[in-house]
């Protein structure tokens, strides 16, 4: 009888233990939305301010997914236009592009001015996707002012970011706004002491990861003792 007890113990032992690996692995693939400043420290310019500029290299490498977050820190006299349509992209030009394909996120008219800029991109959509800026007939995106990527489809996106809404954003580059529709319920990423935080999107997702490591560890815990 005592033989039979050890070998249910054992047997419940190795269960919690596979429990433990489990949760573990699930953990593991818990990744949270990613914020992503574009040019890092250089920003979002033309080649003729900033002559060390390689957008493409800088994406390489990198894992864009839906829900991520693109930050342009550029100014007033440089746009935002993102793109699916290659010929678009290719030709620098979005003027005869269709409003289902392309989106310029600072509508405001170029202006010479060093004033800065940050707009927030999000990626909504799977496949490839194109950057440029559009302003003085793309002649900014013929001097190096561009860039491509390509969207996974990740986690997929988060709420606030699902739904359609029939309300523009603000065209005001300073306010964050864009001249395309968004989500009323827009989730905006904050910016708290110059340094870029994760939507609470990807607060949650983080919290959901902790508390599978808090429970594995309790696992490991009861086994030892």
């Known amino acids: 009888m005592e033989q039979k007890h050890q070998v249910s113990g054992c047997s419940f032992r190795c269960l919690l233990l596979i429990c433990c690996l489990v949760t573990l692995l699930s953990c593991h693939g818990t990744v949270a939305y990613k914020n992503y400043t574009v040019g890092d420290s250089l920003g979002w310019f033309d080649n003729l301010m900033k002559p060390t500029v390689d957008y493409q290299k800088w994406a390489a ?6 829900g991520d977050f693109l930050f342009f820190d550029t100014d007033k006299n440089h746009s935002v236009v993102q793109t699916y349509n290659a010929t678009t992209y290719e030709q620098c030009n979005y003027d005869d592009a269709e409003a289902d394909d392309t989106t310029e996120w600072s509508a405001t008219a170029p202006q010479y001015s060093s004033d800065p800029v940050t707009v927030p ?75 870029v935080k994760p939507s609470s999107r990807a607060g949650e997702t983080v919290r959901g990861g902790r508390l599978h490591v808090g429970f594995a560890f309790l696992c490991v815990l009861t086994l030892v003792r």
């Open 61 to 66: 490498g990198k894992t864009f997914s839906l």
């Open 121 to 195: 991109v999000p990626l909504l959509k799977v496949g490839t996707t194109y950057f440029f800026s559009g302003n003085y007939d793309g002649e900014q995106c013929q001097h190096g002012q561009h860039f491509k990527i390509n969207v996974t489809h990740g986690q997929g996106l988060p709420e606030s970011l699902r739904s359609p809404s029939e309300a523009s954003a603000p065209a005001n580059p300073e306010d964050g706004g864009a001249d395309t529709s968004v989500p009323a319920n827009f989730d905006h990423p904050k910016n708290t002491d110059d340094e």
